[in-house]
């Protein structure tokens, strides 16, 4: 019976995984910059990666890359301070 229901959670996880990388894969990234706006109003810095898809930038973002490589490559341990 504790196997049956270990493969049951272990499926329910599998497919809550699956369906989280194909919405994220399909969501536009403006969706992702309304996560933002509370974030900044806590006083955290804010990171948009991606263009935005041509809408315009708000003030809640901090700082825009093309690419998470590029931001990451170009930070330095002065900048976390």
Same mark, same amino acid.
């Given at each position: 019976?504790?196997?049956?229901?270990?493969?049951?959670?272990?499926?329910?996880?599998?497919?809550?995984?699956?369906?989280?990388?194909?919405?994220?894969?399909?969501?536009?990234?403006?969706?992702?910059?309304?996560?933002?706006?509370?974030?900044?109003?806590?006083?955290?810095?804010?990171?948009?990666?991606?263009?935005?898809?041509?809408?315009?930038?708000?003030? &809640?973002?901090? &700082?825009?890359?093309?690419?998470?490589?590029?931001?990451?490559?170009?930070?330095?341990?002065?900048?976390?301070?």
């Amino acid at each position: 019976m504790i196997f049956f229901a270990c493969f049951v959670l272990m499926a329910m996880m599998i497919f809550r995984l699956v369906l989280i990388l194909i919405l994220a894969s399909f969501a536009p990234p403006a969706i992702f910059s309304l996560a933002l706006e509370p974030a900044k109003a806590l006083g955290m810095a804010t990171v948009l990666i991606g263009d935005g898809r041509g809408k315009p930038l708000g003030d &809640h973002i901090d &700082h825009q890359a093309p690419d998470l490589l590029d931001f990451l490559s170009d930070l330095t341990f002065k900048d976390a301070a």
